[in-house]
């Protein structure tokens, strides 16, 4: 724990540094790779919408002795299409399958009650419109819209236009994943989907805007002077804020893998799998976006001001002035060699730099 800490004040005060945004090249790569995955499957594969969505009917069979595959093969044959089937915690089995008429819901629960050993009425029946799904994904839509124009007027007034534009790069960034990993594993997709990937646009935002907010706290004044170039300071702005986003990504991420592992695995709640889901792989994404995507982003777009460029001039300058100056003072180190060592001994060993005695008037005139 001590280390750790020795690490964080390290990192904070600039002692230890990781180059992010030095070679934002590497990140875009490796991001790139993963939207192209993720995008290829949604583009070939899609999603797997549920029933909400799509519309149809579900049948839910309390714990019985039959298997999954005798009630796939009974709903196949009497609803005349491909059910999806799942084994919930309790041992229930849930049945999946496009909209059928009243008759045929009625002969299939029928059939369901006799080879599982149940009476048709312990036999739960929904039926879902697709126009209800319809409306739901309508009504997401305009919530994100809406809220990504709020969002984005918000950057630009607290911050400036550059950043709204890497905040929302790195917002669709996480979003195209999380919904790419529902595409690439065959998950449902649910209104409770829809619920946990609204609630990752403001985790996403959120570790981003804290990281912005130190980049502005460091590069206030920054064209005043020419030690430190902006690219410098939004990267110490990085490495200050890295342990935080670490730990906040931790204590956020560890009870949404509990209701993974819990809820989902253990008591077989599928609504919570589907939350929780969602969650996870956006938190995860959002905490790496803000860190590898939105910072490199935000200093290659600012590096195109006049300002920014003219700064990183002056500060290269003044550096290679600095190389100069050092040079020549190492070289007149090696020039007084032999003027009895102690300068030069002084010099080599602590580094410093130490003018020679000036001599009196009086051993002048001597």
């Known amino acids: 724990m001590s280390k750790l800490r020795e690490m964080a004040h390290g990192l904070y005060a600039g002692q230890v540094s990781f180059n992010f945004v030095g070679n934002p090249k590497r990140w875009y790569i490796l991001s790139g790779v993963i939207l192209a995955i993720t995008l290829g499957s ?46 919930l ?39 879902v419109g697709p126009t209800w799904g319809a409306e739901v994904s309508k009504k997401a839509i305009q919530g994100l819209i809406v809220f990504l124009i709020l969002v984005s007027i918000f950057l630009a007034i607290y911050f400036d236009w550059r950043m709204a534009v890497a905040a929302l790069v790195a917002l669709a960034h996480d979003l195209i994943i999380t919904l790419g990993v529902y595409s690439l594993f065959g998950f449902e997709v649910t209104p409770a989907t829809a619920i946990g990937l609204l609630t990752i646009l403001g985790y996403s ?19 005043g002077q020419s030690r430190v170039t902006y690219a410098e300071a939004a990267n110490l702005a990085i490495n200050q804020t890295l342990i935080r986003s670490i730990n906040t990504s931790i204590v956020a991420l560890l009870p949404v893998a509990a209701i993974l592992v819990v809820g989902a695995g253990l008591l ?39 300002e920014i460029q003219a700064l990183e001039r002056r500060g290269m300058s003044r550096r290679r002035k600095v190389d100069e100056d050092q040079a020549e003072d190492g070289e007149t180190v090696a020039a007084g060699a032999g003027d009895g060592g102690g300068y030069s001994r002084n010099v080599t060993e602590s580094g410093e730099r130490h003018q020679p005695k000036r001599r009196t008037r009086s051993q002048r005139k001597t």
Do not use: H, W
């Not at 496009?98 to 599982?116: H, I, R, Y």
């Not at 804290?210 to 706290?217: M, R, S």
């Open 42 to 87: 949604l583009v070939f594969r899609g999603l797997n919408l549920g029933i909400e969505f799509r519309g149809g009917s579900e049948f839910q069979v309390p714990a019985s002795t039959c298997t999954v595959e005798q009630v796939r093969d009974t709903a196949d044959t009497v609803a005349g299409g491909s059910a999806i089937v799942t084994q």
């Open 89 to 127: 915690g309790d041992g229930s089995l849930r049945i999946q399958t496009g909209a059928v008429s009243n008759e045929t819901g009625l002969k299939l629960t029928q059939q369901l009650g006799q080879e599982c050993g149940v009476a048709a009425n312990d036999i739960k029946i929904q039926v």
């Open 205 to 223: 935002l959120y570790d981003t805007v804290v990281v912005f907010d130190k980049v502005k706290e460091n590069t206030q004044g920054i064209l």
């Open 268 to 306: 077989g709640a599928g609504t919570l799998k589907d939350l929780a889901l969602a969650l996870f792989v956006g938190m995860a994404a959002g905490t790496y976006s803000s860190i590898f995507v939105a910072t490199p982003m935000l200093v290659q777009l600012k590096d195109r001001e006049p």
